[in-house]
């Protein structure tokens, strides 16, 4: 996958984050995680959608 870089950045982000006790923004990190995962793996990655659910403006199809 040529986007599975970005896998790589965030996990660093978070365990940086734990390490130096930020433990809310490991805690939203292993969420984004969670999100960044499931696009890349699969067809829903063209949509872009957002936290809720909803399209991101400006990404994914018009």
Same mark, same amino acid.
Request: charged letters at 25%; hydrophobic letters at 40%.
């Given at each position: %996958?040529? =986007? !599975?870089?970005?896998? !790589?950045? /965030?996990?660093?982000?978070?365990?940086? *984050? #734990?390490? =130096? &006790? %930020?433990?809310?923004?490991?805690? !939203?990190?292993? *969420?984004? /995680?969670?999100?960044? #995962?499931?696009? /890349?793996?699969? +067809? &829903?990655?063209?949509?872009?959608?957002?936290? !809720?659910?909803? +399209?991101? #403006? &400006? /990404? &994914?199809? +018009?």
């Amino acid at each position: %996958m040529p =986007n !599975e870089w970005i896998i !790589e950045v /965030l996990t660093d982000l978070r365990s940086f *984050a #734990r390490q =130096n &006790g %930020m433990l809310s923004l490991a805690s !939203e990190l292993d *969420a984004t /995680l969670t999100v960044a #995962r499931r696009d /890349l793996a699969g +067809p &829903g990655a063209a949509t872009h959608a957002g936290a !809720e659910g909803r +399209p991101v #403006r &400006g /990404l &994914g199809r +018009p």
